[in-house]
């Protein structure tokens, strides 16, 4: 019998796991055990090598120490409430604004709907079967949350794995805002499997910020959906910096009328990371729209990817969308795939996307120097202005100055070392 094994029979035994949760787990548990761990093979997993398998790593038995804050949550000292999950556990949650409940001390079901198939990949099986703790925050309608709340998703334990889990329901009229933080233990070699479940009432308004900085040691897969009601909109951020492998695996659905999605982020690889991007934006109600706008660079031997598909359901009439995603390529061995897709199932709308993969472009570089810069200035001012465009877009102010900091920190140290073409 594994780890995960007793983990899952220990859950679906203990009279702190409610009913309806265990019934979860048991249909979880089967589908768990009948899929493979993704190989790179798959489709999904394409350009990706997920170097990690169950036979090696462990369910939490209990939570490490928490991590200190860092500097991105430091910098939002005003917030609607704040959340702390450590290894998969809850140690804190509570909100002024919204209602925050660990999701065991729930009697039924939130009811949200299934936004992440439990089959979608082994690891969502896993999740479904082995989570043990979550938090749901519920916006009442008409209420405004004038400041973030903060979610901090940490892990701390080497050779571990875990899942924790946050539900988000902003209800009719309502406007909220949250961060989340994700951070790992220095030189931790572990794996973080977060699911967001996300739902915006009609009329609704959510910004939400993810802030991906684990160490460089760890990787995290993060299943994240959005579901849109009538008239209502999000705003979605994410800045990838951390992990050996860093994926995001985002899907949002448009299914009201006149809804609306912004999709923005900003991601820096080095080393030998692999940050992974896989984003559907499905459009089902009728006057949608969508607008996908990323940019990152890498140097050393990282690499990005980038798939996004643009879906237009057969009775989205009058809607537009948008997907940009643009790389720079700052070191030789560096490598970024892009591959927008479109899948338009329906007349009148209007539709498009824009990619492009490639180093700094010399014309800027050229025009900087004739003017009297340094090469190094010139690559520097470049870098700046290219990342700009998304940080002044981000949907929660306050860590503008943060982000710009690390990412320039990072080029000018590749920079100063050599380590940039």
Partial sequence: MTAFDQQYLSQITTSTTPAWRR????????????????????????????????????P?????????????????????????????????????VATVLRLNDLDADPGFPALVPVDHNKLTAAHAAFSTDGVSVEVTPGTVMDTPLVVEVQGSIPGTVSFPHLRVRVGEDAEASVLVAYRSADGARL?????????????????FLSVQGIDHAATSVVHQRATLGRD??????????????????????LVGDGSSSEVVGLYFGEGDQTLDYRMVIDHQGRSTTSDVFLKGAVEDDAQSVFTGLLRIEKDAARTSTFETNRNLVLSENAKAHSVPNLEILCNDVICG?????????????????????????????????FFQEVIDRLPIGGLEEPVSQEVFRRFITAQAEGRVA
Avoid at 62 to 89: C, K, M, N, T, Y
Wanted: avoid cysteine; proline fraction near 4%; charged fraction near 25%.
């Fill in 23 to 58: 019934s979860q787990m048991e249909g979880a548990y089967r589908v768990f055990t009948a899929l493979d761990e993704p190989t790179g093979a798959e489709e999904d997993w394409r350009y990706v090598e997920f170097d990690h398998t169950f036979a090696e790593l462990e």
């Fill in 60 to 96: 939490v038995a209990q939570a490490g120490a928490p991590l200190e804050s860092g500097p991105f949550v430091a910098s939002l000292p005003e917030r609607s409430g704040h959340v702390l999950i450590v290894d998969g556990q809850v140690l804190e949650h509570h909100s002024d």
């Fill in 191 to 207: 794996l973080m499997v977060p699911k967001i479940d996300l739902e915006v009432g009609d009329g609704g308004r959510l910004r």
């Fill in 232 to 253: 209502s909109t999000s705003r979605i951020g994410e800045i990838g910096l951390g992990g050996r492998l860093g994926r995001l695996d985002l899907g949002v659905s």
């Fill in 353 to 385: 996307h824009a990619s492009s993969v490639g180093p700094l472009e010399s014309e800027h570089l050229y025009y900087l120097r004739s003017r009297g810069l340094t090469l190094e200035r010139a690559e520097r001012l470049l870098i700046r202005g």
